[in-house]
Structure formats: C-alpha cells, structure tokens
Nanobody, 123 residues
Framework: QVQLVESGGGLVQAGGSLRLSCAVS???????MGWFRQAPGKEREFVTA????????DYVDSVKGRFTISRDNAKNTGYLQMDSLKPEDTAVYYC?????????????????WGQGTQVTVSS
C-alpha cells in the first residue's frame, strides 16, 4: 500500500520559485524518485530523478541549473526546488517512485505516482 502525496504547487510569476514536496508512505525501500510534468494536450515528460541515497541525480536539459531535486529519507519525503521559473514550465507536476531503484526517464518504469499538483507560471 504505497502512497505518494504531492503538495506545493501554485501560481507564480516568471522568474519566481516554488518548492514541491512528495510524501511517501508504505513498504517501499531503496527506490528511485522521479518528477514528471504534463501540459494540456501534451504527453507526460520526464523532468528529474534521484536515486535511493540522494547521491545521483538526472535532469532534463530544459531545467538543468534551475531545478534541484533532493530527498530526506528520514522523513520519507522528496522535494523539487524550482527557481527561475518560465511560462513553459506550466504543467501538472507528478512525483513517482520506482521500487526497482532504476535511474530511468521512462514513465512506465515508475510503479507509484502522486496525484499531481498544478504549477502555473505567468509572464
């Protein structure tokens, strides 16, 4: 009964910042946490991922240098810090977990998903 609960979305002006949180519960260990986003009419796309220890990260080029993924395993919580936001970052953001601990950008490799949180960046 693994559950992911995402929070922290909202409306922000271009150049601003938001911090998303993903609280994980249930019996899952040594998992990869990923963040994906989906805009209306578009496919869900990979944003970033972090391995079980937090020592390895992966970012899509469009967010590199602006977004920072992290995790606090003692709190069973992952984070996505988003700085220098752009209107093209507007989307529903989802956190996800891969119980197999793979560093992957593939949507179907992640077994557990949060409910999504809306991020809107105005120009």
């Amino acid at each position: 009964q693994v559950q992911l609960v995402e929070s922290g979305g909202g409306l922000v002006q271009a150049g601003g910042s938001l911090r998303l949180s993903c609280a994980v519960s249930g019996r899952i260990f040594l998992y990869t946490m990923g963040w994906f986003r989906q805009a209306p009419g578009k496919e869900r796309e990979f944003v970033t991922a972090i391995n079980w220890s937090g020592r390895t990260t992966d970012y899509v080029d469009s967010v590199k240098g602006r977004f920072t993924i992290s995790r606090d395993n003692a709190k069973n919580t992952g984070y996505l810090q988003m700085d220098s936001l752009k209107p093209e970052d507007t989307a529903v953001y989802y956190c996800a977990a891969d119980r197999n601990g793979r560093m992957t950008r593939t949507v179907d490799d992640y077994e557990y998903w949060g409910q999504g949180t809306q991020v809107t960046v105005s120009s």
